[in-house]
Structures are given as structure tokens and as C-alpha cells.
């Protein structure tokens, strides 16, 4: 005989008395909730699932909660907290591919102005108390359980991969709460929620989780803008100009001219990013500015070709307004590229050399800073040709700057700032030293005043509140307004004219425009020109498409007849002068993605209130088949390419794939 009862039972197995004196095993986890009904005179024997897999989830929940709390309070200390305050994370030591900083410094880091890891605590409180309930006998709450431990995998997933593929580094803690994600999963099917699933089951349990988890939410985010609040303390200073403002009294005022002398003789004892000990040195041949005799300096080893030194750069350019008479502001080139930088062992930036020499040669003529802000401004176009024409366009004499190009000790002093990067362990751009401190809270001028504000003497309120009054650049995404014409009218300079709110689409011949619309794609130039006749209007010139996505009249520098090859008059970008991911309908796979309905993408708006002028289809402009040019990158152009001054003419008027669209415009009065 096996090891049964005469009643059959299992070692193990609970029982109940039915009716009549039967026996029925109890409700797994010695719950009424979920209890088998027994026919009379019958057993039913339902297996009993353990309890403590719900236990080691709920201890698993309360580690993430302390988690959470110490992420939320070392993000609002490291961004916000004053210099005493200051300390080194512990658990996620620096190493090559692993930075929290890094981490909690890219767009992903907060959501709604709040940490991810704030939003964390009212989740994982919320799963502490449902999985103790389920352990004691609560089965009701277990498949929401599960549900919330499959969404937060999920999560888990994209946030991985855009660590790693995005930034190039990871955050350990982060990946700590990734392993305990996919553990709710995994503990949920060893408490047996498969084997009782129903959606049916958790309406009414997951109604009750969501009012807790409100109040749990309101209590977490409360709690954490206070603490923010503490560290900012209450005081109002002057806001910093922004760099479109900067930008317009340049116009004025002509280029920035370089201060005379030799940069500061000033040093500094650093610890670097692989924690050794060494000296930095400002040598005399440095490009400054500021104020030579401040005890304060913010030295910058940047990459004219990379993308984030051109967003520092424009940050650190309102720094110098706010700060130009208490700070010295220097810059050290480190290009990468080993040609000229012994720092670096790959070459990622080809065109890096050409550009820092160029500069160098500016800065011989007292135009570094001008030439470096125009050369930022106009990065997608930095071959020697394009550099020749900054060169002009700042000033310079031509004779001498191509003799300095060519002068082997233009190239050597480039090589001397890696050579000091080198040695101060840099690894990549932007590296910024406040006072030989590494500066590591992100590259916005709200966090730098900060710290510059503490390096000056400032208490923690009164650096904080100048934090604070600096302000974030970043245009907010609003929804696509009520009633939004379908045309909306551009002006600048000599150009005048109405274009299409959003991109066209094709509906009997004809174009048709307006939120939520199928863009037209798969079209040819002459499509796009006879749907827009058809509907009264006529095609976009190149001139017409520059002025609305750049916000600014357009100037053929070159003189041959285009515009979306010259030096940019206004921004990048519909929306700024940094390409912004997540903004428009861009970088996508193209065999996996397709375009989408129009202003689906409310944060891709221009100045003019015009959608999805980069990103989502390449637009035909052009009056002319000879002058038809594709313009504004389409959903699958790469990284931050898809701009205002993405110029495709590889393919004539006739050519037509699944990436290529159009809007209209019209003369004013037509």
C-alpha cells in the first residue's frame, strides 16, 4: 500500500470537515477565501501550495523599498544637496560600463519631475503587504501579483537596454531591482498562481490595490518634493539668459572676442575616475575666458564632434554670463581620435583632429570661443571646407589660419590636453573639473551653478536657491491644441508663406492635412506635387522647409542655390538646438517600425507651432523636378541625424519607398 490514508490523503495534504462528517482539504494557506466545495459524502482533495514563497517575496519587497528610499535620497542630495552633504554611493563603485551617476543623469531617470526610484517605493510597499496576505492565506491578491512582477520585468527589459545601448553604462542598484522584478514572477508561479489564474479573480482585489496605491503614491512623491524643497531652501536670484538669448546678442554685438594673455597659471590636486591621485594643470596656452584672477575654475576636456560636449558647451556658455566675473572658464581638447589623442586607443570621431586644430588656429587669432560656438552649433558639418567657412565667418585672416593648419605645432598642442587627460584618467567628453573637483551631476546649468556656488563660499541654501532660479532650458511637451489650423503662417525675413501643421496624406488625389492623418508615403516628388495642386496648394521650396524648421530666414552661404547645406541661422531642431530623444518619430528599426498618424508626436513642434518636420517621412521640397530634395530625416534616420539640415539628394524626383512623404505651402493671398 502507498503512503495513503484509506481516504486516500497525501502526507501533508489539510482537510476540512464537510457536511456530514466528510473530510476536504482546507483552502491552500489555511484560507476560507478560496475553499472547494465539497459534495455530501464525497472528498475533494486540492493540493496545498506553500506559503513561503510569498514570505521570501515579502521580504523581497522590503529590500526594495529601502532601495528606493536610499536612490530617491542620494538623486536629491547629488543633484541638489549642498557640498557637506556630498558622499560616494555606496554599492556602485565607478568602473568602465558601470556609472549610477551616468544613469541618473539621462532622460529616463525621472518621470513628471520625480525619480523613477520615488515612483518605486509606493509599488514595492504596495506588493509588501499583498504578498504577507497571500502568504497567509489571501490567494485572491496573488495573480495581481503576478501581474504587477510581469509589468515590471517588462520595464525591467527596456530600461536595461536603453542603459546599455543609450549610455554605455549601468546603474548596480538598478540592476539589483531588475533581479528582483523577474523574482515576483518567478516566486508567483512557485506559489501556484498558474495553476488558479483567472482574470475574473482580480477585479475587485486590484480595484482595492489601486486606491492603496494612490495613497501610498501621494505620501512617496509628497515626501520627496519636501526633501527637495529642504535642500533647495527659499531664496530667488536672477534667472541665466538662455542660449537662443545669448545667441541674438552675438548677432548684434559680432563674434566673442578671445581675453588676451596667457590663461591663468593655476593647478589643482584631483582624484580621477579611477581614483588616483594627480596633479591638474591650467598651462598658458589654454582657451579661457573669465576672470584671470578667480579662485574659482571650471575646466572642460571636450570633443568638438560629440554630442554631448555641444549640449555642455551651450550650458557652461550661460555659466560664463552669470559667473564671467568670479570664475575662469578653460578648455582642454580631447578628441576621439589617436591621431592626436594619445588618451584614446579607437577612433569614434573622424572628423575630431581636423576640428580642434582649427580651433587652435582660431584661438591664435583671438576667436576660439567664437569659432568653438559655431562650430557646436553646425557639428553635422565639420569637414575642411565647412571649418574654412567658420573660420571666415568669425573673422579670421584666411592666409594665416591655413598656414596654422598646416603648421605641425598647431596638431602637437592638441596632443599635449590628451596627454593631460590622460593623465587625469579622463576616458570620455565631457569631463568638467570644478576646482579640481570631477563634476558628475549631469551637464545642465542648474546643476553646475550648484556646484559653483559652493566652490565660491555659498551656504547650501544659497547655492541651492541659485540653482533653482537658473531654470531648465527644456521646452515642456503640451498636447496638440483644439482646433489647430491646417496650415499655420511663417515669417522671416523675405520669406513669407503658409505651410501644412502637419505632414500630408493622400485621400482621391488630393492632399489632405490635420491631426491623427496616414501620412502619405511610398511617395515620388511628382505624387507629392500634383496631390498638392490638387488641393489648391503647391510644393514647399528648400528655403520655405529650412526657415519653418530652423525658426530663422536662411542664408545660401555658399551661394548655389540650397540652404539645407549652409551654417545654421536658427536651431537643429524643430524644437532646439540638442536633439532630444523621444521628441519625434526617429532612430527606429526600420524593418520592425513604420511611420506614424500624424502629431503623434506633440513634442516635435517647431517655434511656428508646425509638427514632425524631422523624423517620421523624408519631406519632398522643391518647385522644380531638377530641384526636388528630400529634407528632415525619416522614422528610421539614425541616432540625433534626423535635423533640419538632413539634405538627401542621392535619389532624383521619381524615387519612392515606404520612408518618403511630403507637406504643401502656399502663397500668402493665392
Not at 497525501?10 to 484560507?31: L, S, Y
Not at 596633479?279 to 574659482?296: F, H, Q, R, Y
Request: hydrophobic fraction near 40%.
Amino acid at each position: 500500500m502507498s503512503r495513503k490514508n484509506k481516504q486516500g490523503k497525501k502526507k501533508g495534504d489539510k482537510v476540512r470537515t464537510a457536511p456530514g462528517g466528510e473530510h476536504a482539504p482546507a483552502a491552500a494557506g489555511g484560507g476560507s477565501g478560496s475553499e472547494t466545495p465539497v459534495p455530501p459524502g464525497g472528498t475533494v482533495l486540492v493540493p496545498v501550495a506553500p506559503a513561503w514563497p510569498m514570505w521570501v517575496n515579502t521580504a523581497l519587497m522590503v529590500v526594495a523599498v529601502g532601495v528606493c528610499l536610499y536612490m530617491t535620497q542620494h538623486f536629491e542630495i547629488a543633484k541638489y544637496g549642498g557640498e557637506e552633504l556630498q558622499a560616494e554611493l555606496w554599492g556602485c563603485a565607478e568602473a568602465e560600463g558601470v556609472s549610477c551617476d551616468a544613469v541618473a543623469n539621462s532622460p529616463w531617470a525621472e518621470l513628471f519631475g520625480v525619480p523613477l526610484f520615488t515612483w518605486g517605493i509606493p509599488f514595492y510597499l504596495l506588493l509588501t503587504g499583498l504578498s504577507a496576505m497571500v502568504a497567509q492565506g489571501r490567494r485572491e491578491f496573488l495573480p495581481l501579483i503576478a501581474v504587477f512582477g510581469l509589468g515590471a520585468a517588462g520595464f525591467s527589459i527596456f530600461l536595461w537596454n536603453y542603459s546599455v545601448v543609450e549610455l554605455g553604462n549601468v546603474c548596480l542598484w538598478c540592476k539589483r531591482l531588475y533581479f528582483i522584478n523577474f523574482g515576483i514572477v518567478g516566486l508567483s508561479l512557485m506559489a501556484g498562481v498558474h495553476k488558479d489564474f483567472d482574470f475574473e479573480r482580480i477585479t475587485v482585489p486590484s480595484g482595492q490595490a489601486l486606491g492603496a496605491y494612490v495613497l501610498l503614491m501621494v505620501l512617496s512623491v509628497g515626501g520627496q518634493k519636501a526633501f527637495r524643497a529642504s535642500l533647495l531652501g527659499d531664496e530667488v536670484v536672477e534667472e541665466l539668459k538662455s542660449t537662443a538669448e545669448l545667441e541674438k546678442e552675438e548677432v548684434k554685438t559680432g563674434p566673442f572676442v578671445d581675453p588676451q594673455g596667457p590663461a591663468p597659471a593655476l593647478s589643482f590636486d584631483i582624484t580621477t575616475e579611477d581614483k588616483n591621485q594627480v596633479v591638474l594643470t591650467i598651462e598658458p596656452d589654454d582657451a579661457w575666458k573669465g576672470n584671470p584672477d578667480a579662485k574659482v575654475a571650471v575646466i572642460e576636456f571636450a570633443d568638438l564632434e560629440c554630442g554631448y560636449c555641444k549640449r555642455a558647451g551651450g550650458q557652461l556658455k550661460r555659466l560664463y554670463e552669470a559667473y564671467g566675473d568670479r570664475v575662469v572658464f578653460v578648455f582642454k581638447h580631447f578628441p576621439m581620435d589617436p591621431k592626436c589623442n594619445p588618451g584614446v586607443n579607437n577612433l569614434r570621431h573622424r572628423r575630431a583632429c581636423n576640428a580642434a586644430v582649427a580651433s587652435v588656429c582660431a584661438q591664435d587669432q583671438g576667436r576660439f570661443w567664437a569659432f568653438h560656438d559655431l562650430a557646436f552649433k553646425n557639428q553635422h558639418q565639420l569637414k575642411p571646407e565647412n571649418l574654412a567657412t567658420y573660420a571666415e565667418k568669425v573673422g579670421l585672416d584666411m592666409n594665416t589660419f591655413n598656414q596654422c593648419v598646416r603648421n605641425p605645432n598647431s596638431m602637437a598642442r592638441v596632443r599635449a590636453d590628451g596627454a593631460a587627460g590622460k593623465g587625469a584618467d579622463v576616458h570620455g567628453t565631457p569631463r568638467i573639473f570644478i576646482n579640481g573637483r570631477l563634476y558628475r551631476s549631469g551637464n545642465s546649468a542648474e546643476q553646475m551653478a550648484r556646484a559653483i556656488e559652493m566652490a565660491l563660499g555659498s551656504n547650501a541654501k544659497d547655492a541651492q536657491a541659485a540653482a533653482r532660479s537658473v531654470g531648465n532650458e527644456r521646452i515642456p511637451v503640451k498636447a496638440v491644441p483644439a482646433g489647430v489650423p491646417d496650415m499655420m503662417e511663417v515669417t522671416y525675413g523675405d520669406q513669407h508663406f503658409f505651410m501644412d501643421t502637419f505632414e500630408s496624406g493622400v485621400v482621391e488625389g488630393k492632399a489632405a492635412t490635420g491631426k491623427h492623418v496616414v501620412p502619405g508615403t511610398r511617395m515620388s516628388w511628382f505624387a507629392a506635387k500634383d496631390a498638392c495642386e490638387a488641393s489648391g496648394k503647391r510644393m514647399c521650396s528648400e528655403a520655405e522647409w529650412i526657415a519653418a524648421c530652423q525658426g530663422a530666414a536662411p542664408v545660401d552661404d555658399n551661394g548655389n542655390g540650397q540652404f539645407a547645406d549652409d551654417l545654421i541661422e536658427g536651431t537643429a531642431y524643430p524644437y532646439s538646438d540638442y536633439h532630444e530623444r523621444g521628441r519625434c518619430w526617429d532612430d527606429k528599426d526600420r524593418d520592425a517600425m513604420r511611420p506614424v498618424y500624424t502629431g503623434e508626436m506633440p513634442g516635435c513642434v517647431s517655434k511656428d507651432g508646425i509638427y514632425d518636420l524631422t523624423g517620421n517621412v523624408e519631406e519632398w521640397v522643391g518647385d522644380k523636378p531638377e530641384n526636388a530634395v528630400l529634407l528632415g530625416g525619416g522614422f528610421d534616420t539614425s541616432k540625433d541625424h534626423a535635423r533640419c539640415f538632413r539634405r538627401n539628394d542621392t535619389f532624383g524626383a521619381g524615387f519612392a519607398n515606404k520612408r518618403t512623404g511630403f507637406r504643401c505651402c502656399k502663397t500668402p493671398g493665392s
